[in-house]
C-alpha cells in the first residue's frame, strides 16, 4: 500500500533537496566544532554558520544576523524569551489558539507574572477590540502564533505588532507553522522576537530553531540557560553579546548545515509558489469535504487567512478511530488529538475530543488530496453501515 504523508503540521516531509547529503558530508568530512579549534577547518566552518545567519537575516527581512541565534527547537527560543523577560510584576497576553510551547511557560510563572489569554473566535482569530484592552500599565509582553497549529487561521501580525509598538510593549512572534510558507516581514510587522523551526515550513531538519531578537528585546533578557561559549572564557558571567550571550554549549551543526541547504531551496522556489501550491490543495480537500456529512471542519473559510492545515472532528466516529482508519487502512498519515493546544481546541469547541488534522507539504500532490477525500467519505459510511 502507497503512504500519503499528511503531517507536515508536525515536520515537514519529504525535506528539500541536498538536505540530507549536505549534513552527511559535514559528518563524515568535516566533523569539527566551531568557536573551539584554531584551525582552517573550524573557521571555514563558521564562515558557513554565519552565512547561514546571514541567510535567516534576508529571509525574514531582519537585518541583524550577528542577532539571530540558533537554539534546540522554537520551543526552546520561546521558553528563552518568555522566561528571560518576564520578571516578579510584570504582564503578559498570549491569544486563546496558542500552542503549549507558549502556554505552558506562562503558566509556570504564574505565581509572579500576571496573564492574559485573549480571546478569539470561533474559527480561531484573535479580537482586536478585546486584545486592546488586554493592556495594562504593568503589560511587557505579548506572544503570539502566527498561524494555529490546529485550525490553519492566520492573524494579522502586521496590525498587532502596530498595537504592540504604540503601547510600548514586546512583541514576539511564534512562527511554527509560516515560516517558510508566508512572507514574515520581521521590520515591517513591528517585532521584537521572531521564533522559528527548521523542521517545518522551511524544510529543514529538526532538532534546531530560530531566535531572531531585537537589540532592545536581548538586553531584557536574562539567559536561562548557561555554559561555555568558546568566548570570554576567562569570565564567570556569560559574554555580554550576541549570538554567544544565547548559544552556551555546542549547536547543532549539522542541522545548521542542513537548514543551509533548505533556505536556498526555500529562497530559489519562493514562498508564494509554496503558499499557493499548499493553498490549492487545500482548497480542493475542503470542498471535498462539503460534501461529506458526519464531519465537522474548524477554522477560517477565507482561504487568504489560513495555512494547509486543516482539522476534522468526525462527529459521528471517534477521531482516534478514523485516524487510526485513515492510516491502517488508506496509508494516510494524520494526527490525532489535541495536538499541544488545548486553548485552541478549547477556543474551536473541540475540547476534550480533538480533531484528526491534515497537514499539506509543498511536495504533497492533488492525487494525495483526492485518496484522502476518498477516505474519509468511506469512514464516515463504514460507520453507518455497522451502526
Same mark, same amino acid.
Given at each position: 500500500?502507497?503512504?500519503?504523508?499528511?503531517?507536515?503540521?508536525?515536520?515537514?516531509?519529504?525535506?528539500?533537496?541536498?538536505?540530507?547529503?549536505?549534513?552527511?558530508?559535514?559528518?563524515?568530512?568535516?566533523?569539527?566544532?566551531?568557536?573551539?579549534?584554531?584551525?582552517?577547518?573550524?573557521?571555514?566552518?563558521?564562515?558557513?554558520?554565519?552565512?547561514?545567519?546571514?541567510?535567516?537575516?534576508?529571509?525574514?527581512?531582519?537585518?541583524?544576523?550577528?542577532?539571530?541565534?540558533?537554539?534546540?527547537?522554537?520551543?526552546?527560543?520561546?521558553?528563552?524569551?518568555?522566561?528571560?523577560?518576564?520578571?516578579?510584576?510584570?504582564?503578559?497576553?498570549?491569544?486563546?489558539?496558542?500552542?503549549?510551547?507558549?502556554?505552558?511557560?506562562?503558566?509556570?510563572?504564574?505565581?509572579?507574572?500576571?496573564?492574559?489569554?485573549?480571546?478569539?473566535?470561533?474559527?480561531?482569530?484573535?479580537?482586536?477590540?478585546?486584545?486592546?484592552?488586554?493592556?495594562?500599565?504593568?503589560?511587557?509582553?505579548?506572544?503570539?502564533?502566527?498561524?494555529?497549529?490546529?485550525?490553519?487561521?492566520?492573524?494579522?501580525?502586521?496590525?498587532?505588532?502596530?498595537?504592540?509598538?504604540?503601547?510600548?510593549?514586546?512583541?514576539?512572534?511564534?512562527?511554527?507553522?509560516?515560516?517558510?510558507?508566508?512572507?514574515?516581514?520581521?521590520?515591517?510587522?513591528?517585532?521584537?522576537?521572531?521564533?522559528?523551526?527548521?523542521?517545518?515550513?522551511?524544510?529543514?531538519?529538526?532538532?534546531?530553531?530560530?531566535?531572531?531578537?531585537?537589540?532592545? !528585546?536581548?538586553? @531584557?533578557?536574562?539567559? /536561562?540557560?548557561?555554559? &561555555? +561559549?568558546?568566548?570570554?572564557? #576567562?569570565?564567570?558571567? *556569560?559574554?555580554?553579546?550576541?549570538?554567544?550571550?544565547?548559544?552556551?554549549?555546542?549547536?547543532?551543526?549539522?542541522?545548521?548545515?542542513? !537548514?543551509?541547504? @533548505?533556505?536556498?531551496? /526555500?529562497?530559489?522556489? &519562493? +514562498?508564494?509558489?509554496?503558499? #499557493?501550491?499548499?493553498? *490549492?490543495?487545500?482548497?480542493?480537500?475542503?470542498?471535498?469535504?462539503?460534501?461529506?456529512?458526519?464531519?465537522?471542519?474548524?477554522?477560517?473559510?477565507?482561504?487568504?487567512?489560513?495555512?494547509?492545515?486543516?482539522?476534522?472532528?468526525?462527529?459521528?466516529? #471517534?477521531?482516534?478511530?478514523?485516524?487510526?482508519?485513515?492510516?491502517?487502512?488508506?496509508?494516510?498519515?494524520?494526527?490525532?488529538?489535541?495536538?499541544?493546544?488545548?486553548?485552541?481546541?478549547?477556543?474551536?469547541?473541540?475540547?476534550?475530543?480533538?480533531?484528526?488534522?491534515?497537514?499539506?507539504?509543498?511536495?504533497?500532490?492533488?492525487?494525495?488530496?483526492?485518496?484522502?477525500?476518498?477516505?474519509?467519505?468511506?469512514?464516515?459510511?463504514?460507520?453507518?453501515?455497522?451502526?
Amino acid at each position: 500500500m502507497e503512504r500519503i504523508y499528511l503531517d507536515n503540521g508536525a515536520t515537514s516531509f519529504p525535506k528539500a533537496p541536498e538536505v540530507a547529503s549536505e549534513m552527511k558530508n559535514y559528518i563524515e568530512n568535516v566533523g569539527c566544532n566551531i568557536s573551539r579549534g584554531g584551525y582552517t577547518k573550524a573557521y571555514d566552518l563558521e564562515a558557513t554558520i554565519y552565512e547561514t545567519r546571514e541567510m535567516v537575516s534576508d529571509f525574514f527581512n531582519f537585518g541583524e544576523p550577528k542577532n539571530v541565534c540558533f537554539t534546540p527547537s522554537v520551543t526552546y527560543s520561546l521558553n528563552f524569551v518568555i522566561s528571560g523577560v518576564l520578571k516578579k510584576g510584570d504582564h503578559v497576553i498570549i491569544s486563546g489558539v496558542e500552542h503549549n510551547a507558549v502556554a505552558r511557560p506562562v503558566y509556570n510563572l504564574r505565581n509572579d507574572v500576571e496573564y492574559t489569554v485573549s480571546e478569539c473566535d470561533s474559527e480561531g482569530f484573535l479580537d482586536m477590540e478585546k486584545f486592546e484592552k488586554s493592556f495594562k500599565d504593568n503589560t511587557k509582553l505579548v506572544v503570539i502564533a502566527h498561524g494555529s497549529n490546529v485550525c490553519g487561521t492566520v492573524q494579522d501580525i502586521e496590525k498587532i505588532g502596530s498595537i504592540c509598538r504604540e503601547k510600548g510593549v514586546f512583541f514576539v512572534v511564534d512562527a511554527a507553522q509560516t515560516a517558510g510558507i508566508i512572507d514574515i516581514d520581521f521590520r515591517k510587522c513591528n517585532m521584537s522576537g521572531l521564533c522559528v523551526p527548521a523542521h517545518k515550513g522551511l524544510l529543514g531538519p529538526q532538532g534546531l530553531g530560530l531566535l531572531m531578537v531585537t537589540d532592545e !528585546l536581548a538586553g @531584557a533578557i536574562d539567559p /536561562v540557560i548557561l555554559g &561555555g +561559549t568558546g568566548s570570554l572564557s #576567562d569570565l564567570l558571567e *556569560m559574554p555580554d553579546f550576541l549570538p554567544d550571550r544565547f548559544e552556551p554549549g555546542t549547536l547543532n551543526i549539522p542541522g545548521i548545515v542542513g !537548514l543551509n541547504a @533548505a533556505l536556498r531551496f /526555500v529562497r530559489e522556489t &519562493g +514562498t508564494k509558489q509554496i503558499w #499557493d501550491h499548499e493553498i *490549492m490543495l487545500t482548497k480542493a480537500f475542503l470542498n471535498g469535504l462539503k460534501g461529506i456529512d458526519g464531519i465537522r471542519v474548524v477554522g477560517a473559510d477565507d482561504l487568504t487567512r489560513r495555512t494547509g492545515v486543516v482539522s476534522i472532528d468526525f462527529l459521528d466516529v #471517534d477521531n482516534s478511530d478514523a485516524s487510526f482508519a485513515l492510516d491502517d487502512e488508506y496509508g494516510i498519515m494524520t494526527r490525532c488529538g489535541l495536538h499541544c493546544s488545548p486553548l485552541a481546541h478549547k477556543t474551536l469547541g473541540t475540547f476534550p475530543q480533538g480533531t484528526v488534522r491534515f497537514s499539506f507539504g509543498f511536495f504533497n500532490t492533488m492525487e494525495d488530496v483526492k485518496t484522502a477525500l476518498k477516505a474519509v467519505g468511506n469512514i464516515v459510511i463504514d460507520y453507518k453501515k455497522c451502526k
